[in-house]
């Protein structure tokens, strides 16, 4: 499983979140005015996977139950579409974040009951790592709690210990919401916290970090708040925060882009890489929203748009990979 996790993070190679859980990807369709039918949803997907190249930067792919199970129209499983491509099949296993009892507006992520079974099942069709999210959000001067911080921690190290049981790599995925009006000082305080818990959580639970990834949220401004740090103290702030929490023996950081545009969430990923050399751990992405949104856009729902979809696709995998060596520059934002 070490091997799996270091290749997830091979030099200039990243991740591309494909998990939408069908209530989401339902949102990004309605965005494009397409209905969010069994045979849409695969298409799309089927767009994303057989775009030709994009394995030069993309190491993997995390995908929904329902996408696991379909097959491109060749008859190929996606999971084999992806694996003869070089591309590792992942799979989300989480419930989704559910209501905290006794602390109103904050949630829990749920799906531990079954979890071994529904593993043992995914790697069977032929997944070889996993994602759980916990959603930590930050509002007013009370929350998050510890409360929410730590219930979710034991959640992600309970799903990461029986990942690795069942063979498969977990990513923990602590992702502390960008929505709100705090300022970049706060992210920074709450991301420590969220990241304190779960690595204590880990060790308590006999995780093998060597077998894990981290997937955070870049230290940043809320979303709301009225001065947005730029894109040098994001990734100084963000680079802080990991040193202190992330122990050397994890293979590396993923980033999910949390609502980031799409050239933010590259321009933030190339500044950290170009800030120092000698980092323990690999930095890298595990966007959904920036390295789809345009690709969707592109795509509209048409089949005579595939090609187009397919060259906004591999335009951000390529940006993103570059940003991954610390050497992408705004010439590659020109479509080839
Ligand atoms: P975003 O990059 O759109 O935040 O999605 C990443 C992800 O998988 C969240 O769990």
Known sequence: MDKIAQALVAAGRGILAADESNGTIKKRFDSIKVESTEENRRAYREMLFTARGAEAAISGVILYDETLRQSAADGRPFARVLSDMGIVPGIKVDKGAKSLAGCPGETVTEGLDGLRERCQEYHKLGARFAKWRAVIDIAGDGVPTDTCIRANAHA??????ICQETGLVPIVEPEVLMDGAHDIARCAVVTEQALNALYDELRLQRVRLEATLLKPNMVISGKKCATQA?????????????????????????????????????????????????????LSFSYGRALQAAALQAWGGKAANVAAGQAAFLLRARANGAAALGKWSAAMEKAA
């Open 156 to 161: 992600l190290a309970r799903y990461a210990a």
């Open 230 to 282: 730029g894109v040098d103290e994001v990734a100084a702030r963000t680079l802080e925060v990991l040193k202190r929490c992330v122990p050397a023996a994890v293979p590396g950081i993923v980033f999910l882009s949390g609502g980031q545009s799409d050239l933010l969430a590259t321009r933030h990923l190339d500044a950290m890489n170009k800030l120092d050399g000698a980092l323990p751990w690999k």
